[in-house]
């Protein structure tokens, strides 16, 4: 791969210069008025929708994504754009119903809205698990696949450096509070979104030009559903007898209709509404605010396929008619991850570091926005709540930041050698493997303690360890102990020959029986619970503006699903 030329230094300098001049500037003029604490976490009152809107994807989007959904794209295609498009409709029902009852309680962070509900035990249980969580999978695999991607754009030199680099950056960004990360991420999105589309242009003229067609992306697209049909369908059949491995593989990962009926929505649901990281940013706006933002970053998600997964699908075609074979399999040692750094290194000079800015932007807008919620989880809710309860804004400031570079470097420490494994498990699996077995649990307890008053605490700690240890039985322990085949659900053998039952089904049972046990145990409670909280019927109602966004997303959302079924 050829390196960096002088145009791509240049370009990747301008982006630096300006994300960092710009957060300076923002930081300067909020430094003139007086700070609190919610100011500085929250950005309260002061991030406008678009704001909001650019920071939730600028957070989201990242090199686990860049990379394991290219991939994802290269080896089951356009079915991987499920979790982005059904994404867009998680977050119309987080604007409409979640929103509406954190600001009602003015909730600022997720381990309160457990103690408001529910009790201490609950919230310093999940606030513990969230920062482990948040430092030890979250920011270690962005910080371990960022510094590969951007290693491998520049001819695989320099990973410590770049890794260091990215820290750095990152902690400038944080540092400076939400209100610096907000408006710093509404760059950091259009510096991704063109540097993504300028790869997509170039991965479909490639794959035109590949074919005889001319250097044409709309040719090179057309081509793409010509030769790999299957690489277009929404859903994955069922395997049957006679299907290949290949093909059960695909399935195991995206379970065709099964999958929009259990697991992408507790995957989607608990990931937009009920995480820190990502609610915090519409947290301190008002309702409409809010709302409007939300549903911003909902458009923004359906744009997403093509800059992430795209690039997948066109490295599968050319690989499978002879081209990129070196680039896909390094060395002899093929990895379908390898599909956009493969797309990568046929950029031409200045689109190089177009792209180089482009991934360094998703990178820091992640690093900034987790850093950030760590801050805010472990001052918030624990430092004030047990450690000095009478701090004043300017000390709970302080050690907000000094948590935030606390954090960063505990996390280099463990990714400077890789001591989590997280090149061997594979960045998106690594962090799918560590979140997924607690969302059935954790979810269960956002949504029956928002919308029924009967819920209790008892209830809420069993659901988080049902949901646990229901999540660990069926994805490792079921099909030997159960069966291949049950009422429930099918196992099919993997690539390793153990059976297995796919991921999102395995959530989508345990989120069931969590449920079931919830009610259960809250029916033998009280039947009026002083904490259950108080609804208004007026919270849901919507603005026209929002009414015509939802809409506007449903009616995407579905032409998209009728043209890829």
């Known amino acids: 791969m050829e390196k960096f030329a002088t145009i791509d230094y240049v370009i990747f300098l301008i982006y630096f210069i300006v994300v960092s001049g710009y957060g300076y500037w923002i930081y300067r003029r909020q430094k003139s008025a007086s700070e609190s604490s919610k100011d500085y976490f929250l950005a309260e009152g002061s991030l406008t929708w678009w704001a909001i809107g650019a920071s939730l994807i600028a957070s989201n989007i990242s090199a686990e994504q860049f990379i394991g959904m290219s991939g994802n794209g290269f080896t089951v295609g356009i079915a991987v754009a499920a979790y982005e498009w059904i994404a867009a409709i998680a977050l119309i029902i987080v604007a409409v119903w979640f929103i509406p009852v954190y600001l009602k309680n003015k909730i600022f962070t997720m381990p309160q809205f457990l103690k408001q509900r529910y009790n201490e035990t609950t919230a310093l249980i999940m606030a513990i698990f969230w920062l482990f969580l948040y430092v030890f999978v979250n920011l270690t695999s962005i910080l371990y696949l960022g510094a590969l991607a951007i290693s491998n754009l520049g001819g695989g030199e320099n990973f410590h450096i770049i890794m260091l680099a990215l820290a750095v950056f990152s902690v400038i960004i944080t540092l400076g509070g939400m209100k610096v990360i907000g408006f ?5 999105v259009v510096v991704l979104i063109i540097g993504g589309l300028a790869t997509t242009y170039v991965a479909l003229t490639l794959v035109s030009d590949h074919f005889g067609l001319g250097k044409d992306a709309l040719a090179g697209f057309k081509q793409l559903m010509v030769d790999s049909p299957k690489h277009f369908n929404l859903i ?26 259990a697991g992408i929505w507790i995957v989607n649901l608990n990931y937009w509404g009920c995480n820190q990281y990502i609610t915090q940013r519409a947290l301190g706006a008002d309702l409409k605010t809010a709302r409007t933002g939300i549903l911003f970053a909902g458009f923004l998600k359906l744009l997403m ?122 960045g998106f699996t690594f962090i799918q493997k560590y979140t997924g077995f607690i969302s059935p649990g954790v979810f269960a307890m956002f ?48 690539a390793q020959g153990n059976y297995e039952i796919p991921f999102q089904i395995c959530m989508g049972l345990a989120f069931l029986f969590t449920m079931i046990v919830m009610v259960s145990i809250s029916l033998l409670g009280p039947k009026i619970n002083p904490k259950g909280l108080e609804l208004d019927r007026r919270m849901f109602k919507l603005e026209p503006s929002v009414t015509v966004m939802v809409v506007v997303t449903i009616l995407l959302v579905g032409a998209l699903y009728v043209k890829f079924w």
């Open 184 to 188: 710093t991420d509404v760059i950091q």
């Open 305 to 426: 396929p093509i800059i992430v997964m795209l690039p997948g699908i066109a490295a599968y075609v050319l690989y499978k008619n002879g081209a990129l074979q070196e680039e896909m399999a390094p060395g002899g040692n093929f990895n379908a991850d390898n599909a956009y750094s493969a797309i990568l290194g046929f950029l031409p000079n200045g689109m190089k570091g177009l792209s180089l800015a482009a991934l360094t932007a998703a990178i820091v807008a992640s690093l900034a926005g987790k850093a950030n919620s760590i801050a805010t989880i472990f001052t918030m809710d624990i430092y004030n709540k047990y450690m000095d309860k009478n701090a004043s804004e300017k000390k709970l400031i302080k050690v907000g930041k000094i948590t935030i570079v606390v954090s960063i470097i505990v996390s280099l420490l463990f990714t400077w050698d890789d001591l989590l494994g997280i090149g061997g498990a594979g």
């Open 236 to 261: 994955v059949d069922k395997p049957t007898e006679q299907s290949t491995q290949e093909e059960i593989n695909k399935y195991l990962m995206l379970p065709g209709i099964g999958m929009y009926l």
């Open 447 to 494: 949504l029956l303690g928002m919308f029924w008053k009967r819920t209790t605490g008892s209830a809420a700690i069993a659901g988080l360890i049902t949901g646990f240890v229901l999540s660990v039985v069926f994805n490792n322990y079921a099909p030997a102990w159960f069966g291949h085949e049950t009422f429930l659900y099918t196992a099919y053998p993997n």
